[in-house]
């Protein structure tokens, strides 16, 4: 594995894009191996590369989707275990579906278990679509602002606080939830006649 990815880190953007495209439906090795040095080398190019590891994710995952839309949930659990699978089929039966995706696509679980699961479980299309554009430029875009910005001590502060940075990462997403969300009733009490 680390030759095939010392391979792909010598082929540079096409490394990357060959890495972002394959892990949103098959591959084991995650993107960020190959971006962060990528960066890391080149920080003026990270917000690029940020973006196109983001765009790349995305497209890859339009396959992933028709996998699991096609092959439905014999082929989720194959690639996810058993206990994810049935409790994102739970969230997908709810109201809480894109909430699901969103999350999903945001974390460091592999994203082909993501858009797998949203086409066995029919996720509409528009709330996928929308929901890893989020997630993952949440996800590569950020990795890469960061870089541009602060440099490897960021990286290096992010690798050694990963569970801290996820569950704060977590929160703001929720708290910017909630307030979306207040915000809309609070318009929609004001609209209705007393």
């Known amino acids: ?24 439906f098959c591959s084991p090795i995650l993107p960020d191996v190959i971006l962060l040095p990528m960066a890391l080398a080149n920080p003026n190019m990270a917000i690029y590369y940020g973006t196109v590891a983001t765009i790349v994710s995305v497209l890859g995952g339009f396959i992933g989707y028709w996998i699991g839309n096609k092959w439905g949930m014999p082929v989720v659990h194959k690639v996810m275990p058993a206990k994810y699978a049935y409790k994102i089929q739970e969230f997908s039966e709810s109201d809480n579906v894109s909430w699901t995706i969103f999350l999903a696509a945001m974390s460091p679980i592999p994203y082909k278990c993501v858009s797998i699961s ?38 290096r502060y992010f690798q050694n606080n990963a569970k801290e940075v996820a569950i704060y990462s977590l929160l703001l997403v929720l708290a910017l939830g909630g307030a979306i969300y207040l915000y809309k009733r609070y318009k929609k009490a004001k609209v209705q006649p007393e």
């Open 118 to 155: 949203a086409g066995a479980f029919n996720v509409k299309w528009p709330v996928f679509i929308v929901a890893s554009i989020f997630g993952r430029a949440k996800r590569f875009f950020l990795e890469a602002v960061i870089i541009y910005y602060f440099g490897e001590p960021a990286v």
């Open 1 to 24: 594995m680390e030759s095939l990815i010392d391979l792909l880190l010598e082929w540079g953007m096409l490394g990357l894009i060959v890495v972002t495209f394959t892990e949103s």
